[in-house]
C-alpha cells in the first residue's frame, strides 16, 4: 500500500534538511525520517524516529542515506515499514518472525491472512508463530532496557514471577529475542499500571496451551524420523496459529461486551 504524505507531495523542507535539492527529492520521491514518521503517525500514534532506528539496526529496513549521513526512504521503504508495524500491532509477530515473513515475500496486504479459504476449500492457516531455533543473539540487561524502555524493576518481576528467565554468561544476565520482545510488550502493558504480578494469567494461560499443544503431537515430536519431526514441528506451528487466532477472537467477543 502506498504511503500517505503527511501534506500534498513531499515536505520541500525535509528534503533540504537532507542534503538533497528538493526538485531531485520530488521526483524520486524520498522522505526524511522525519516526514516518515509524520506520514504515519495516524495510523501509529506510537512511531517515533528511534523506533524506525531500531528497525533499521535490527536489518528490517534498509534506507538511502545521503553523502551527509542522513536517511532518505522511497515510498517502497515506507510501505515496508508499515507493513512490519502492522505485523507488530495485529499478529504480534516478534521481529525475527517479520523478517522472515519478509523474506519470503509477504508485502502490504497481499499476503493470506489467518483463516482465509484456501483453493481446495479448506482453510489454511499461515503460522504467525515460529518454535524453531532462533537467531541464537543475546542482549544484556542494559540493551533490553535501552531498546525496550522498560524499568528494571519491571525486569526484575518478570524473573520473579517466571515470565523471563534470561541467561548468566560471566556473572552477566542475557537474554534472547523472544524474551526481549515480551519485555517490550509487558513494557506497554505497564504504561497502563499492569505489574509482573498481573502476568500469572498470561503465563498460566500460554503454560496450558503449551501442554495441550504437546499432548496432540508429543509422538511425532518425539520421533527419530527426521521427516516425521519436521512435519510435527511445521504442524505445532500451524495449531499454535489457530489457538493464537481463536484467542483473539474470544477477547474481542468479551470486549465488546464490556463497551456495550
Known sequence: MAAQAPQAGVDDLDLIAAGEPADMGKRQK?????????????????????????????????????????RLYTQGDVARLRTILRMQRDEFLPLRV??????????????????????????SWRPSVSVRESTGALYSMDDVLEETKAEGKLVRELEE?????????????????TEREIIAAVAELARYGVGGRNLRVFRSSADREANLLQQILAPAL???????????????????????????????????????
Open 30 to 70: 524520498s522522505l526524511t525520517i522525519g516526514a516518515v514518521c509524520k506520514a504515519l503517525a495516524q495510523e501509529f500514534p506510537d512511531i517515533s524516529i528511534s523506533k524506525i532506528r531500531y528497525l533499521e539496526d535490527q536489518k528490517l529496513l534498509t534506507p538511502r542515506r545521503t553523502p551527509g549521513g542522513y
Open 98 to 123: 517479520i523478517r522472515q515473513e519478509l523474506a519470503a515475500g509477504r508485502a502490504g496486504d497481499s499476503a493470506p491472512i489467518p483463516g482465509r479459504t484456501g483453493r481446495d476449500g479448506v482453510r
Open 161 to 177: 514471577y517466571g515470565v523471563v528467565k534470561g541467561e548468566m554468561r560471566g556473572g552477566v544476565r542475557y537474554f534472547d529475542e
Open 222 to 260: 518425539r520421533s527419530r524420523n527426521p521427516e516425521r519431526r519436521k512435519e510435527a514441528v511445521e504442524a505445532l506451528e500451524n495449531l499454535a496459529a489457530v489457538a493464537t487466532h481463536l484467542k483473539h477472537l474470544l477477547l474481542i467477543r468479551d470486549l465488546r461486551k464490556i463497551v456495550r
